[in-house]
């Protein structure tokens, strides 16, 4: 018997780390010191009261069963109310508010509760690859949005050809981005709203980066008042509590697309474990705490270091504003590739090479401020013997 596997599996993008992956596994294996600034993963451990809310509510039985599929009323009510005071949006927690297993889920399934095979879905590049991968898995076609230096890593809308937004159902966008760390601006998210309007096109805003800033406070689609009619946004509890494991994460937005949406994941999922949803509430009832403000000067004194850091040893890196990634440009004659290979052969140091998130991503590199500035030293230092 031949077993053959769906043809969506083989049209998946090839995985461009392979190499790395690889040579960075033989250091390992040989004894080498690798230090990895290729992970976006807190390193830090979940604040403690969050786990001793876990702790209480794993052991309530009504935690124990099925979860309700929209996912617990008062997670949902509690999303509302922090939305309203962190956005000044409100929405109605029965309706315009879905709970998640995550934001990568919810993304993973937006594109199956929109387009039908053969519309369009706007992806940017170098961007998130499930944004991608989930709109091949509906069957859609995708249209790359090249994010340029020159234009802030914003999209260019008025680059979509006219055939292209005639046949687009579904537009993706993701700020605080990864991987470039760019922050959008109210001007950008009133023509990206502007622009779903016009063109019938629904736009997905992937905020699962809104929380980890350091200076002004990121922006949600929703501060353009007509983003309602035609967006929704991905929030997630992974990054601005350390949750990353727990799998939480919320969207909220156009009812519409929430109820869609949701009809999607009533057929394949059955909702997040309610303790985790009950450890969520607490969450984002204490997002202003010490222990979670903490992070955030964590993240801080590391993006200095660093970024300081590469740029006295001629490196060419910009402090920023949101997110825990730096994104860098490769010294000249080297694309991302040979420059993220030399790094992590001579250096022992792991670089996230550009191009793996799309073509104009190449002549960068990303780096994930996810270990403590004595590593990141270290990590500056190594780099600054190479001769580049
Ligand atoms: C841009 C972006 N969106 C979404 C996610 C998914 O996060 P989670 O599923 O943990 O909420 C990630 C994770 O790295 C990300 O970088």
Not at 262 to 291: M, P, R, Y
Request: charged share 25%; proline share 6%.
């Amino acid at each position: 018997m031949k077993i053959e596997f769906a043809d969506r599996l083989k049209q998946l993008p090839p995985y461009l780390f392979v190499e790395i992956d690889k040579k960075k596994r033989q250091l390992i294996d040989a004894g080498h010191d690798v230090i990895n600034l290729g992970i976006g993963d807190p390193d830090l451990p979940t604040p403690k009261f969050i786990i001793d809310k876990m702790a209480e509510a794993i052991y309530d039985p009504a935690n124990h069963q099925y979860p309700l599929q929209w996912g617990v009323p008062q997670f949902r009510q509690q999303v509302a109310e922090w939305f309203k005071m962190r956005f000044g949006a409100e929405f109605d927690p029965q309706a315009e508010v879905l709970t998640t297993i995550g934001s990568k889920e919810a993304i993973g399934h937006m594109p199956l509760a929109v387009v039908n095979p053969g519309d369009i879905v706007l992806v940017p590049e170098p961007g998130y690859p499930v944004y991608q991968s989930a709109s091949i898995f509906a069957g859609a076609e995708v249209f790359h949005m090249p994010l340029l230096e020159k234009n802030c890593y914003l999209p260019d809308l008025d680059a979509i050809p006219e055939d292209i937004r005639r046949r687009a159902r579904l537009m993706f966008i993701n700020y605080p981005n990864n991987p470039t760390a760019a922050v959008a601006d109210r001007d950008f998210f009133e023509r990206v709203v502007k622009f779903g309007l016009d063109n019938d096109i629904i736009i997905a805003h992937d905020a699962a980066y809104t929380e980890v800033y350091f200076e002004h406070r990121p922006l949600s689609i929703f501060c353009v008042e007509q983003a309602r009619e035609v967006a929704i946004e991905f929030h997630s509890l992974s990054k601005t509590f350390n949750m990353t494991g727990w799998r939480i994460g919320f969207a909220v937005g156009n009812a519409n697309a929430i109820a869609a949406l949701a009809k999607v994941k009533e057929n394949v999922d059955s909702g997040q474990f309610n303790a985790i949803q009950w450890t969520g509430v607490e969450a984002l009832a204490h997002i202003d705490s010490v222990e979670v403000r903490a992070l955030l000067d964590i993240y801080r004194e590391r993006r200095d270091v660093l970024v300081e850091g590469l740029q006295s040893i001629g490196l060419d890196v910009k402090k920023p504003e949101a997110t825990f990634y730096v994104w860098g440009k490769c010294p000249v004659g080297y694309d991302s590739m040979s420059f993220c290979s030399k790094v992590l052969e001579e250096a022992h140091v792991v670089l996230i090479p550009g191009v793996g998130f799309g073509k104009s991503g190449d002549g960068y590199f990303r780096i994930a401020i996810t270990v403590d500035t004595d590593r990141l030293k270290e990590a500056i230092n190594r780099i600054s013997k190479l001769k580049l």
